[in-house]
T-cell receptor
Framework: QKEVEQNSGPLSVPEGAIASLNCTYSDRGSQSFFWYRQYSGKSPELIMSIYSNGDKEDGRFTAQLNKASQYVSLLIRDSQPSDSATYLCAVTGYSGNTPLVFGKGTRLSVIA | SAVISQKPSRDICQRGTSLTIQCQVDSQVTMMFWYRQQPGQSLTLIATANQGSEATYESGFVIDKFPISRPNLTFSTLTVSNMSPEDSSIYLC??????????????FGPGTRLTVL
C-alpha cells in the first residue's frame, strides 16, 4: 500500500518569508513527484513536478527531491497572501499513465 | 496542459437516485482518472478509465455503484448510483495528455460538487 505523508498544518508564515512544505513517501520505486495547490472550493492545480534527485526551481517555487530518504519538499520564497491554500504532494510509481497517490495536504496561511 | 470540463459543476440530489458526471477533454488522452474528495479530505482514486476496455477500480469501489463509460479518447462519464448522504463529495476527473506522455503529469477538471440529501 503506497502512502504519502504530509503535516496537515496549518503552517503560518508572515508575508515575504519562506514557506517550507514537506512530504515523505513509502514506495521506494516511485518515479514521479508532484506538488499541487488547491484553493478552497477549487480543484488541484499543478505547480511543480520533479523526477530526479536535487532541486528544481520555477519562479518563487523550488522542489527538492531526495530518493534515498524518500523525501520531497516544496519551498515558496517571498510568500504572498495569495499563496494561502492547501498544498498536496502526489507520487506515482512507474512512468506513463499511472494514478497519483496523494498526501492529505498541508494548509498554508500567509499572514499579511 | 489540457483543458478539461466537467458537467454538472454541482448538484443536489435525493437519496436513492443516480447522477452521471461528464468529463470532456480538448485533446486525446490515453487514460482518464476519476477521484473523490470528501469534505476536508484529500483525493482518493475511484477508478482508471481506459478507452475500449473496462475501467479498473480501486479497492473499496465497485462497478455497480460507480459505473464508468469511456466511449472515445476525449470523453468519460462516471455515474454515482443509488446515492446516500455518504456520497456527498467533490468528484474530479484527471488526464495525462499525449503531449506529456511518460511524464505522469496529470491535470484536473474543475470538479463536480455533489450533495445528497
Amino acid at each position: 500500500q503506497k502512502e504519502v505523508e504530509q503535516n496537515s498544518g496549518p503552517l503560518s508564515v508572515p508575508e515575504g518569508a519562506i514557506a517550507s512544505l514537506n512530504c515523505t513517501y513509502s514506495d521506494r520505486g516511485s518515479q514521479s513527484f508532484f506538488w499541487y495547490r488547491q484553493y478552497s472550493g477549487k480543484s488541484p492545480e499543478l505547480i511543480m513536478s520533479i523526477y530526479s534527485n536535487g532541486d528544481k526551481e520555477d519562479g518563487r517555487f523550488t522542489a527538492q527531491l531526495n530518493k534515498a530518504s524518500q523525501y520531497v519538499s516544496l519551498l515558496i520564497r517571498d510568500s504572498q497572501p495569495s499563496d494561502s491554500a492547501t498544498y498536496l504532494c502526489a507520487v506515482t510509481g512507474y512512468s506513463g499513465n499511472t494514478p497519483l497517490v496523494f498526501g492529505k495536504g498541508t494548509r498554508l496561511s500567509v499572514i499579511a | 496542459s489540457a483543458v478539461i470540463s466537467q458537467k454538472p459543476s454541482r448538484d443536489i440530489c435525493q437519496r436513492g437516485t443516480s447522477l452521471t458526471i461528464q468529463c470532456q477533454v480538448d485533446s486525446q488522452v490515453t487514460m482518464m482518472f476519476w477521484y473523490r474528495q470528501q469534505p476536508g479530505q484529500s483525493l482518493t482514486l475511484i477508478a482508471t478509465a481506459n478507452q475500449g476496455s473496462e475501467a479498473t477500480y480501486e479497492s473499496g469501489f465497485v462497478i455497480d455503484k460507480f459505473p464508468i463509460s469511456r466511449p472515445n479518447l476525449t470523453f468519460s462519464t462516471l455515474t454515482v448510483s443509488n446515492m446516500s448522504p455518504e456520497d456527498s463529495s467533490i468528484y474530479l476527473c484527471s488526464v495525462e495528455p499525449y503531449s506529456e506522455g511518460g511524464t505522469d503529469t496529470q491535470y484536473f477538471g474543475p470538479g463536480t460538487r455533489l450533495t445528497v440529501l
